[in-house]
């Protein structure tokens, strides 16, 4: 996390993260935040960005260095990689029930 509320934020957050081929996020929601990814050309990999309904993938949305993909609150999603994949963004506002359940703060 380089932006979030243990930072001070409070309408914004913005993370820096790094997958290896084949790791995946565990599924989760914003239930009031949105979610936005960004895979720059100065960042690096090729993934996708996979929607959940109960339990199961329903929508998967390929990202590439370039890529913005905007999560609407409330939807469960993960992040897949297919290469060594780093992205940054994060919830907006910042989620902090997501933070404690990281371990980031209680």
């Known amino acids: ?3 979030w509320s243990g930072t001070g934020a409070r309408h ?3 993370h820096y993260v ?9 599924p989760h929601s914003h239930p009031a935040s949105e ?3 960004y895979t720059v050309a100065l960042v690096e ?3 996708s960005l996979v929607e959940l309904r109960d ?4 929508a998967e949305h390929r990202v590439v260095p370039g890529s913005v993909v905007c999560v609407e609150p409330g939807t469960v999603h993960k992040v897949r990689a297919r290469t060594r994949l780093v ?3 994060g919830p907006c506002p910042p989620d902090d029930a997501f933070y404690r359940r990281l371990g980031l703060t209680w």
Do not use: H, K, L
């Open 12 to 14: 914004a957050s913005f």
């Open 55 to 58: 339990g199961r993938d329903v």
């Open 87 to 89: 992205n940054v963004g």
């Open 35 to 37: 979610d936005v990814f």
């Open 18 to 26: 790094s997958y290896e081929p084949g790791q995946s996020s565990v």
């Open 1 to 3: 996390m380089v932006v």
């Open 45 to 47: 990999g090729e993934g």
